[in-house]
């Protein structure tokens, strides 16, 4: 069984301050995990992903990830906040099941981006 | 890169009426997924598929759900008869294989709405 929690539902942050989108995961398995994102209206893009190499990944839009197998942890952060960075994101772990690869979501964390 | 590619953006319909949503995936991507998105909650898998085979369809509502895919590319998913609590985004989404910790990707999803 697998699952992931993102702690929390809505973060909000003013623009060129960090951003820290924290998620912890579960899993039977050597868990693959993902980050994605998605904006209004629009479709799921991957942020990144960690697939057990390296712990800290870094993804697009200066975003990056580090995996604590100890905290089973999967925190997304960026450095500096930017205003089109204003969407949802949805931490991930990828699991085998009986018929292979299969994706399971945590519920979401809003993140909003004020002036 | 073609990404995946989906249609209807955007469909309202009355209960008890029928709905059919069409995938097409990245070419090459042996493996096509299905999955229901209602607002405000990440994204449930529906189906998987492995070229024209059914991986998972174990949260599929089979009663009103169908999708098939005939020649192991693109896809149909079939609502009939739809429900209120149907309304959702429905998003594609293909991988080259179903192999663990491959990289999934979505496309933009259609928006359901029954009313």
């Known amino acids: 069984a697998q699952s992931v929690t993102q702690l929390d539902s809505h973060v909000s942050v003013s623009e060129g301050t960090p951003v820290l989108l924290r998620c912890n995961y579960s899993s039977s398995y050597s868990p693959s995990l993902f980050w994605y994102v998605q904006h209004p209206n629009k479709g799921l893009q991957l942020l990144l992903k960690y697939t057990s190499a390296a712990t800290l990944v870094k993804g697009i839009n200066g975003f990056e990830a580090e995996f604590k197998k100890s905290e089973t942890s999967f925190h997304l952060t960026k450095p500096s906040a930017h205003m089109s960075d204003a969407a949802e994101y949805f931490c991930v772990v990828s699991g085998i099941t009986g018929g292979g690869n299969k994706l399971t979501f945590g519920t979401g964390t809003q993140l909003k981006v004020e002036l | 890169e073609a990404g995946v590619a989906q249609s209807p953006r955007y469909k309202i319909i009355e209960k008890r009426q029928s709905v059919a949503f069409w995938c097409n995936p990245i070419?090459?991507?042996?493996?096509l997924y299905w999955y229901q998105q209602i607002l405000g909650q990440g994204p449930k898998l529906l189906i998987q598929?492995?070229?024209?085979?059914?991986?998972?369809d174990s949260q599929l509502p089979k009663d009103r759900f169908s999708a098939e895919r005939l020649k192991g590319v693109d896809s149909t998913l079939k609502i009939q008869p739809a429900k209120l609590e149907d309304s959702a985004v429905y998003l594609c989404?293909?991988?080259?294989?179903?192999?663990?910790?491959?990289?999934?990707?979505f496309g933009e999803g259609s928006w359901l709405t029954v009313v």
């Open positions: 070419s090459g991507h042996a493996t």
């Open positions: 598929f492995q070229n024209n085979g059914v991986v998972d």
């Open positions: 989404a293909s991988s080259i294989t179903g192999i663990y910790g491959n990289t999934i990707y």
